[in-house]
């Protein structure tokens, strides 16, 4: 039988060599990757991972940069606009020195003005050149601000100060004309005191018994007219001294009449004032009762010569002077009647504190206060009108028109012209302020307060 021959044991030395060649194949591999034969794989996930954290980085930094540029940019507009306001407020400095002209403020507000404008004029050519970086740009922003609140403030103060200059130029424009004012009302009081003294009224010296006419009487009648508005404005300015209810008082005369304007109401306080003093007008002796009237002259022609040697006597002479000479004349005793008819006491009382003058008027004596005074006059002038009724050859009578009545241009005239254009259609009356006269056959038409006859009187 054969016998089994046994495999020879591996060779040493052959087995190093064969591990040597794969270590040497394995570094040639991969020193040359890019062989096409050989491919290296990588994870998709790994790839899109690797993409984002590279545009985070690129997006960081583009908002790094914007972000940089922006404060840049808000930082040289706030400059921008400090210096506009700065421009402002040097401009105002350069017109404050020139009213009043100040010679050194002018030439340093006009370098002011022109060191301002450079620094615009360098932060346009920084635009234009787009060099507006600040560094660091938050402290640029807050100087300017600073800046900018600066220069308004300057411009406030030089704004207040030139107002101030405004109101003080005004208050002394006030204090001059308030003081031309005070200097022509005792202008006005002294040449009325000077008229009233002297009691002359040239035009009433041309009046003639031989030809008196019409004419003369409307004249007399207006010369007292002046005095009795006199009369009454210095009644109303009492009334306002004494603190009285100017509406309430007008009211209690006039109660139904509502008045278009406010300063109308002077007009019942004036109708007031006429309705008593005209009282008894068509009497001879005025309706006043005196022993003195059986004195009067019953032939009428006789009569007419006694009133305007009145007339004569009055026309040119001192109230105040006649009623001292001639305390129990009937001009005296007329006008101690009509004062105690007129003047309430509560009135004289609020007036003055005291019954005084009423006392001395009732005792036969006349009082020489400037309130008297005015009303004497008026007494004085009303007292000429009626000595010159009488001194006509023909009768002379007074008429008052009754409320609501329609208006007719041959008896009346309105005392207020705007009342014609505020309204359209007829007109009826209000009240009588002045009443009219009838001088013969001629009509002195009276003067009335009319209402609109489609909006009646306040019930």
Not at 29 to 41: H, Q, V
Not at 42 to 64: F, G, V, W, Y
Not at 70 to 97: C, G, N
Not at 313 to 318: G, V
Request: one cysteine or more.
């Amino acid at each position: 039988m054969d016998s089994a021959t046994p495999c020879p044991p591996p060779n040493r030395s052959s087995r190093i060599a064969k591990t040597l060649q794969k270590m040497i194949h394995l570094k040639s591999g991969t020193k040359s990757r890019s062989n096409p034969g050989f491919c290296l794989l990588i994870p998709q996930e790994k790839l899109r991972c690797c993409e984002s954290h590279q545009l985070q980085k690129e997006d960081a930094e583009e908002a790094k940069e914007e972000c940089k540029n922006r404060a840049a940019m808000e930082a040289f507009v706030a400059k921008l606009f400090a210096t506009i306001s700065a421009v402002k407020a040097a401009y105002a400095e350069l017109q404050m020195a020139q009213f009043p002209y100040n010679s050194e403020g002018i030439q340093s507000a006009d370098q002011a003005v022109v060191d301002e404008l450079k620094a615009l004029s360098e932060l346009k050519y920084s635009f234009l050149k787009k060099q507006i970086d600040s560094s660091p740009p938050h402290v640029t922003l807050m100087l300017a601000e600073i800046q900018e609140q600066q220069a308004l403030m300057k411009t406030y103060e030089i704004t207040m100060k030139k107002m101030q200059g405004e109101i003080e130029n005004k208050d002394s424009r006030i204090s001059s004309l308030q003081q031309q004012l005070q200097d022509i009302i005792q202008s006005n009081k002294s040449l009325e005191k000077k008229l009233n003294a002297s009691g002359s009224f040239s035009i009433l010296d041309n009046v003639k018994f031989s030809d008196v006419n019409p004419k003369d009487f409307i004249l007399v009648l207006h010369y007292a007219l002046r005095s009795i508005r006199n009369f009454v404005k210095f009644l109303i300015r009492e009334m306002e001294s004494a603190n009285w209810d100017i509406e309430a008082a007008a009211n209690a005369i006039q109660p139904d009449i509502v008045f278009s304007k406010r300063d109308h109401k002077a007009f019942a306080f004036e109708s007031y004032v006429c309705r008593e003093i005209f009282t008894g007008f068509n009497d001879p002796g005025f309706s006043i009762q005196s022993n003195d009237q059986s004195t009067l002259p019953s032939e009428i022609h006789q009569r007419r010569i006694f009133f305007f040697e009145q007339f004569k006597k009055l026309r040119s002479a001192s109230v105040i002077h006649f009623l001292k000479q001639n305390p129990n004349s009937l001009f005296g005793k007329l006008l101690k009647s009509k004062y105690l008819h007129l003047v309430h006491p509560k009135m004289e009382f609020s007036f003055s504190g005291n019954l005084n003058q009423r006392k001395v008027v009732n005792s036969g004596e006349y009082p020489e206060t400037d309130f008297f005074k005015a009303f004497a006059e008026m007494g004085r002038r009303v007292w000429l009108l009626h000595c010159l009724a009488f001194s006509f050859d023909r009768e002379v009578s007074i008429f008052q028109v009754k409320q609501k009545a329609k208006f007719s241009e041959v008896y009346m005239e309105s005392v207020t012209e705007d009342i014609f254009a505020a309204a359209e259609g007829g007109f009826r009356v209000a009240f009588t302020v002045v009443p009219g006269f009838k001088v013969g056959q001629t009509v002195v038409q009276s003067q009335v307060y009319l209402f609109p006859a489609n909006s009646p009187v306040k019930s």
